[in-house]
């Protein structure tokens, strides 16, 4: 078909003022005609005058249209933008419209579904058109950043089962320490409910859960089995940080190291919509980059841990091969042996992002949060060699 085609999409109703209602005053419709006694029809045709698809409802007199045939028929509107979405949901509850669980849950995750008066349903999906982006298509492979880089390592897939020798839970005591401190003295009370985005194997949460009720989500199927095992009574959610929704608000958010898999700033921009979305008027943020472009320094390190079959040690090379892009390369060397003493090499690449703070502090205002520096104290590290970054939502007037 040719681009300039329109869509329209008919059906009829028995209760014609009340659908109207629904689409013209909950949704947002403008009505761009309607008739009335045309060969026994009234109808009424609504949508917006700039888009290429209208609906049209009519009414036969005399004659009885049923309600929706089952619960998945179905008008699903993508609107990427969280604040965009966030105000179509907010005007439908405003015209008592409350969202109901849909037919099919994949809707849930990041929709809500609303229905109209004859039980036909419409979707408000944060997310882009799939089509829109085919690097996130489930069914093209990996996750992708929005310049087709890959987002996965072998770390978070083949083996990610080696995690806890690798990073164990112990490693984690001051600086989990630090972050729960953090984010209880900041935003307004109560700080019961914290939802950490890119939680990987588990370990902050292990002890921030002494403090918080979590709430867990990650990219990695992988990574997900080795939190569960560590942390049983909370709650694990498989997702992308950029694109999941949970609908629920959370007293404090949370994404630690995971945020450095953001590689453009269209991805950073992304995740930190999720943590504004989730996070309540007065709650807070907490952002943990490795790294910020005015700090930055090469580095190595190694380190790992002996586990009861296997053991793993490993060598960490952090370097920079652009300095005129957003971008810096950790390259990984695990040495890995395993039963019988067999010994196995590999090599897992890790690209991330690596932005100024004014590219940090500018974006987390965009997203509508009050952002500030905090400098990141830490034993094992130089004095203002780290910085973290603090994000207020502001409770609406």
């Known amino acids: 078909m040719r681009e300039d085609t329109k869509l329209r999409v008919a059906r009829p109703s028995d209760r014609l003022a009340e659908v109207v209602r629904f689409y013209r005053d909950g949704l947002g419709f403008a009505v761009l005609g309607s008739f009335e006694g045309h060969e026994g029809f009234d109808g009424v045709m609504l949508g917006c005058p700039e888009h290429r698809y209208h609906l049209e409802l009519t009414h036969k007199h005399g004659h009885t249209a049923g309600r929706a045939p089952t619960q998945d028929n179905l008008l699903v509107f993508y609107l990427p ?55 996130h298509d489930p069914s093209n492979g990996s996750p992708k950043d929005s310049d087709g880089r890959p987002l996965t390592a ?32 900041s935003g307004d009370a109560p700080a019961r409910t914290l939802l950490e985005l890119g939680s990987g194997g588990g370990n902050n949460a292990s002890f921030l859960k002494a403090r918080f009720d979590m709430t867990l989500v990650d990219l990695s199927p992988g990574m997900l089995d080795v939190s569960r095992r560590l942390n049983p009574e909370l709650e694990h959610f498989e997702g992308d940080m950029r694109y999941v929704r949970l609908g629920r608000l959370f007293d404090r958010v949370l994404i630690h190291d995971a945020i450095g898999y953001m590689t453009t700033e269209a991805d ?106 905090v400098p990141f104290d830490h034993s094992d590290l130089e004095p203002g060699s780290y910085e973290l970054f603090l994000g207020i939502k502001p409770v609406q007037p």
């Open 81 to 135: 933008d969280p604040a965009d979405w966030t105000r179509a949901v907010e005007r439908m509850r405003a015209h008592g419209y409350e969202p109901v669980p849909s037919f099919n849950p994949y809707w849930d995750r990041l929709g809500k579904t609303f229905e109209d008066p004859d039980g036909y349903r419409v979707v408000l999906q944060n997310a882009d058109w799939p089509a829109a982006k085919p690097a």
């Open 268 to 373: 950073l921009r992304l995740s930190l919509q999720t943590a504004f979305v989730h996070c309540r008027p007065g709650g807070a943020a907490l952002f943990c980059p490795d790294h910020v472009r005015e700090t930055f320094a090469p580095a190595t390190d190694c380190g790992g841990h002996d586990g009861l079959e296997y053991a793993l040690r490993y060598l960490e090379w952090t370097w920079d091969p652009d300095p005129n892009d957003d971008l810096y390369t950790v390259d990984y060397t695990y040495t890995i042996r395993g039963p019988g003493g067999t010994v196995t090499v590999e090599h897992d690449r890790h690209v991330e992002g690596l932005f100024s703070r004014a590219t940090w502090l500018r974006v987390l205002s965009e997203v509508g949060f009050v952002p500030s520096v």
């Open 154 to 185: 072998k770390l978070y897939g083949a083996l990610a089962s080696l995690w806890p020798l690798l990073s164990a839970p112990e490693d984690y005591v001051e600086e989990a320490a630090f972050y729960g401190d953090m984010l209880q003295n």
